[in-house]
């Protein structure tokens, strides 16, 4: 029997049937195992019915994708075969509930093993134990060890009742034993876990938690699909530290109660997607020109409108730079795994202070949901900047018979920031153009000075703000680099080694700051490479027409021929495979080669 590095299994039913706990359960598992994992999500955005499924890729090394190819296929329904049944390989294994007869598709070259989950459950207690029935029988399959899968399982239903949790490990078991006398002996296992402890979670675990670290303590926010469960943490955590979370009754109400304890002195965040960033413009323009400090999260799904809630996708990227009415300068972050999640939430706090400006972290819903493993969390990486906040003794000194210079006009733009309370501080914060003092002035030279100032404080290189703009991996000149953001970096980085084993010389650049772009980081990347792929997943190729005016346009300025550039684009509410971005850069590379 050999061992595999390598495998993944899925569960398949309708919304409501226990698909998500069912998965959670195993993920944890293989988690306590020592194994490294990424989960997969895919769900209606109904409450109940509709098709939903979740897939675990589980190995010995760090896995940052999912993939086209399926193991095991655990179907609670004939749909769920019906719509994963082409994701199996040869030798893999379909394990469908007996109850529903199911029909396996001509051409599945996967082995279909009926059990009766339902009966099973039902023998021993209650048919809705059917889930973990099928944990049972796919721990005989991949070869994990019953007793890992007991544990969790009690510990999650016997906090019902002992009797609760005893039931289902007989569930469980009676799953093991089934496989056990029904299936041949495998041929192949999973090569045994490390049984290092690391932390599994989601792209919105780690904002919570980055939040927390930054001395974030106010959150107000309205529930929106794929961000709510950051509000949901931040309820649980911030009242621990003295904190306090809002439920608003929309977004408009969130932004503004975030920017008024940010103008009173408190780290706030709020956390949204994209029908609430387009609520939220407005007054996101109003932090802007009276220079208060928030944080807010976008968890881009499917759009416009309503759009597809429970989707995938990256199209907010031109909402987020240009939204706001008027000359803004903006901060936007575009982390890519949970782990970078986590430390560039706690570094936009201290973004927000510095520069008196909202500060956006742009998430995704498949790094906001799908769940990941994490080496672990140095909080002591985290470093509180507080900017240019002044003590009473400071604003006493610079205190003017007429009032505080809130807005004083700087060599940096950043001006001296006082707050409520403090003696001899007071000053005016409006929405209207004010001059240095916050009184409304409409004076032209005013209007001059105060825009070019609010412009002016925010560098125009990531490198000035002591970020990271962009990461590279791969050959010194490649022939072609791909190029993306946020969750895109698993699949793009995996269609790198793909194509890289069949002999093509290829980078991978990963943007980390849209805003401010790092240009002058892509054109040293660009003049090196023969050809760009840009791979996102948005309709119209939202990063590759910034890249392309600002990139290309900073090239033609320094002479430096700009490489051809391609777009690749999927919208279609999933992620991208590793084999579909590896398959349209081999077509542009063979196109270029026959020209």
């Avoid at 134990?129 to 016997?158: C, H, Q, T, W």
């Avoid at 501080?425 to 000075?449: I, M, W």
């Avoid at 090196?528 to 890249?547: M, Y």
Wanted: glycine share 10%.
């Amino acid at each position: 029997m050999r061992e595999r590095r390598l495998a993944s299994w899925k569960i398949g039913g309708e919304q409501g049937q226990g698909i998500d706990s069912t998965g959670e359960l195993l993920a944890i598992v293989c988690n306590r195992l020592g194994y490294y994992i990424y989960g997969y999500r895919h769900f209606s955005s109904r409450i109940k019915g509709g098709h939903s499924n979740y897939k675990i890729m589980i190995g010995t090394e760090p896995v940052a994708s999912t993939s086209s190819e399926l193991d095991v296929l655990v179907a609670i329904d004939q749909e769920t075969i019906d719509r994963n049944h082409k994701e199996l390989v040869e030798g893999g294994i379909l394990v469908a509930d007996a109850h529903f007869e199911p029909v396996l598709p001509e051409g599945c070259p996967a082995r279909l093993l009926l059990v009766p989950l339902t009966q099973i459950a039902q023998e021993v207690g209650n048919p809705l134990m059917r889930n973990v029935v099928s944990l049972g029988v796919s721990a005989y399959i991949l070869g994990l060890p019953l007793d890992a899968f007991k544990d969790v399982v009690l510990e999650r239903f016997g906090k019902k009742s002992a009797e609760v949790g005893q039931q289902n490990v007989a569930a469980l078991e009676k799953g093991y034993e089934y496989a056990q006398q029904h299936l041949p002996e495998p041929t192949w296992r999973l090569a045994p876990g490390d049984g290092k402890n690391r932390l599994i979670m989601m792209g919105n675990d780690a904002v919570a938690l980055g939040a927390l670290a930054a001395g974030c303590r106010f959150c107000a926010a309205y529930p929106i699909t794929p961000a709510s469960e950051i509000m949901e943490s931040l309820m649980t955590l911030l009242p621990r530290y003295g904190g306090v979370v809002v439920q608003a009754e929309d977004e408009i109400a969130a932004i503004t109660a975030c920017i008024g304890a940010g103008f009173a002195g408190a780290r706030a965040i709020t956390a949204t997607s994209g029908p609430g960033i387009s609520l939220m413009q407005e007054a996101i323009g109003l932090a802007h020109v009276a220079e208060i400090p928030v944080v807010i999260v976008d968890t881009q799904r499917g759009g416009p409108s309503t759009g597809m809630p429970t989707k995938h996708e990256q199209s907010d990227v031109w909402a987020l730079l240009y939204g706001t009415h008027g000359d803004t300068p903006r901060i936007v972050l575009a982390p890519s795994t949970v782990e970078e999640t986590f430390y560039m939430t706690a570094e936009a706090f201290n973004l927000a202070d510095k520069y008196q400006c909202p500060v956006v972290v742009a998430t995704d819903l498949s790094l906001a949901l799908n769940k990941q493993t994490v080496e672990g969390l140095d909080i002591k990486r985290i470093k509180i900047d507080r900017g240019a906040l002044l003590s009473d003794e400071e604003i006493a000194a610079q205190a003017e018979p007429d009032g505080f210079r809130r807005y004083r006009v700087t060599e940096s733009g950043i001006s001296p920031r006082p707050l409520p309370g403090q003696p001899k501080g007071q000053y005016l914060a409006t929405g209207v153009e004010h001059n240095e003092f916050g009184k409304v002035s409409e004076d032209p030279k005013n209007r001059v000075a105060m825009m070019n100032k609010r412009l002016r404080k925010v560098p125009a290189d990531p490198g000035a703000m002591g970020l990271e703009g962009v990461t590279y991996t791969g050959p010194e000149s490649p022939d072609v680099l791909l190029v993306g953001f946020g969750s895109t970096v698993g699949p793009i980085g995996d269609a790198r080694k793909l194509l890289a084993a069949e002999g093509y010389r290829v980078g991978h650049a990963h943007v980390k700051v849209l805003a401010p772009l790092p240009v002058r980081e892509l054109v040293e990347l660009f003049a090196r490479a023969k050809q760009v792929i840009v791979a996102e997943n948005n309709a119209q190729g939202q990063l590759f027409a910034l890249i392309e005016q600002r990139v290309g346009k900073a090239m033609r300025e320094q002479g430096l021929a700009v490489p051809a550039m391609h777009s690749v684009l999927k919208y279609d509410g999933n992620p991208f495979l590793p084999k579909e971005i590896a398959a349209q850069a081999k077509e542009v590379t063979s196109y270029a080669q026959a020209g």
